[in-house]
């Protein structure tokens, strides 16, 4: 069945640096993959979709590259500051032909002054 | 702005009882899910629904059903709440059209079985 991992391991790096998140998927290739920012009690809130013929997208500090060969997604805070401390988490589609997703369990980011 | 709002943020029930929960979108979309989320296993569909009066099981839909009688909401029916059904319910909509897709959410509720 599909599986989404990401590093349950809390992320901590200091403010101005750049953080770097994965995202792995086995057993299936998805047309697209969405990332979404999710903060303590709150529910997620969408930041970026890439698809499978783009290598990257970017958005103003954000950006998303998606590399089919290796089933994997990496997401790139750039200069990162304290406001960016929250948990992100992965979402590939499900199917080809299906708006559902498959939501990873997330990575917490603390970025610290 | 799109948003998406649940009837309650918290809630306590009682092993046993039906326990309803609304999602209530006001962007005319066509999909709504619901979701679990519980620490270490992360966001679980329970139920989508991609029309009215339709709807299609997700991951973990024992013990649950649901309702979408009109466009804008989406109801969560536990038949029997049980304590292993506590945790925080995410409600969210999208559309089928457009390139994004995204998901928009509510703040969640977060239920307690006792």
């Known amino acids: 069945s599909q599986k989404i991992e990401q590093n349950s391991e809390a992320l901590n790096i200091q403010e101005g640096k750049t953080a770097t998140l994965t995202c792995n998927y086995t057993?299936?290739?998805?047309?697209?993959l969405q990332w979404y920012r999710q903060d303590p009690g709150r529910g997620p809130v969408f930041l970026l979709l890439?698809?499978?013929?783009?290598k990257e997208k970017r958005k103003e500090r954000l950006k998303v590259t998606f590399d089919t060969t290796l089933k994997q997604s990496l997401f790139h805070i750039t200069a990162s500051q304290p406001a960016d401390s929250a948990t992100y988490l992965c979402a590939p589609v499900a199917s080809y032909n299906t708006d559902k997703l498959i939501f990873g369990t997330g990575t917490r980011l603390q970025v610290f002054p | 702005d799109v948003k998406v709002t649940q009837s309650s943020r918290y809630l306590v029930k009682r092993t046993g009882e039906k326990v309803f929960l609304e999602c209530v979108q006001d962007?005319?979309?066509?999909?709504m899910f619901w979701y679990r989320q519980d620490p270490g296993l992360g966001l679980r569909l329970i139920y989508f629904s991609y029309d009215v009066k339709m709807k299609e099981k997700g991951d973990i839909p024992e013990g649950y059903s649901v309702s979408r009688e009109k466009k804008e909401r989406f109801s969560l029916i536990l038949e029997s709440a049980s304590t292993n059904q506590t945790s925080m319910y995410l409600c969210?909509?999208?559309?089928?059209?457009?390139?994004?897709?995204?998901?928009?959410f509510g703040p969640g509720t977060r239920l307690t079985v006792t």
């Open positions: 057993n299936y290739s998805p047309a697209y």
């Open positions: 969210a909509s999208s559309t089928t059209s457009g390139g994004a897709r995204e998901q928009y």
């Open positions: 962007m005319d979309h066509e999909n």
């Open positions: 890439i698809r499978e013929n783009e």
